[in-house]
């Protein structure tokens, strides 16, 4: 069982989450973003029973022809492909991707940058600085030739696309959180737990750790579009996972096509997806911004 201080220093990590997300559904853009999120996870889970057709399914008419580039129609309410598949099934299941994809991302990128911020900022002086140049250095590395080298070792999949995002992205995570430690860890609270023998550690995730969860909140939203943006570039350019079907793959096969105009039902629906999508996160980070600097508030 916990002990009744570790039980107490939980208790003040959910106390602190619940007020940020208080604040965050206060807000309307905030608000608005969560709801985006949300339609876009429920799609995500129930595409099975949402999307008509299996994604890779080839349609034929009554004659047995192929039911290539069909505009929207009752039957086909996103139009067909190039290759008779249903637009609406592929966009469906492709939420599904981006969701996945977006916030396995967004964990990784926080857990990472979360941690190294920490302890760059607590410990300071060598640690700081090696841990500080190691993020120079990933800030010198360009995300699509690092991509390419690297899913080219291997075999493209939903794994290396998160892996390949999560290596680069941790970034600015790790600088901002660093920033807020250094000044954290001069507070009072920080010298009284201190001085009452608690551990590094202890102060670094049981002090200063709560107060730094907005900005966490923060770069995790802003992960989740990193993610999705990262992963439809990637399918775009065809370093996605062959396997699935996701929003970048359509823009990848109507741009091969050569129908990227003309048969706009297409193109339109997985472009609007991943703005929509990338729009409502962006939503949810400025609102967790305005938490963690109450002056963006009254400007």
């Known amino acids: 069982m916990l002990s009744k201080s570790r039980t107490h220093e939980w208790i003040i990590y959910w106390r602190r989450i619940e007020e940020v997300l208080r604040i ?11 709801i985006f999120l949300g339609v876009f996870i429920v799609i995500a889970i129930f595409a099975p029973h949402i ?8 349609l034929y008419d009554h004659h047995g022809a192929i039911i ?3 505009p929207p129609s009752r039957d086909f309410w996103f139009g067909t492909t190039q290759f008779g598949h249903d637009v609406f099934s592929q966009v469906i299941h492709g939420s599904r991707v981006a969701i996945a994809v977006g916030f396995l991302s967004a964990l990784c990128i926080v857990l990472i940058g979360t941690n190294i911020g920490l302890i760059s900022g607590y ?17 010198g590395i360009p995300f699509l030739p690092f991509a390419i080298v690297l899913i080219s070792l291997s075999k493209p999949s939903i794994g290396m696309v998160v892996l390949v ?75 996605g996972d062959p396997y699935l079907v996701s929003w970048g793959r359509m823009l990848n ?26 729009v409502g996160c962006f939503m949810i980070g400025r609102a967790f911004e305005e938490v963690a600097n109450p002056r963006l508030k009254r400007e």
């Not at 060598?126 to 993020?135: E, K, Y």
């Open 24 to 34: 965050i559904f206060k807000d309307s853009l905030g608000a608005t973003g969560f």
């Open 51 to 58: 999307a008509p057709f299996d994604p890779f399914e080839v």
């Open 68 to 70: 290539r580039f069909h």
């Open 123 to 139: 410990y300071g002086g060598w640690i700081d600085g090696f841990l500080m140049r190691t993020t120079d250095v990933f800030y």
């Open 165 to 239: 995002i999560s290596l680069l992205m941790w970034r600015t995570t790790a600088r901002v959180i660093r920033s807020q430690v250094l000044t954290l860890r001069e507070r009072k609270f920080v010298h009284a737990a201190r001085s009452s023998g608690a551990s590094d550690l202890k102060i670094i995730y049981l002090h200063i750790g709560p107060n730094i969860l907005s900005m966490t909140f923060l770069y995790m939203a802003f992960g989740i579009s990193w993610g999705v943006l990262g992963e439809a570039s990637l399918s775009f350019i065809g370093l």
């Open 253 to 278: 096969e109507v741009f091969i096509s050569g129908r990227m105009m003309r048969a706009w039902w297409w193109t339109l629906p997985p472009g609007a997806c991943i703005s929509l999508l990338v």
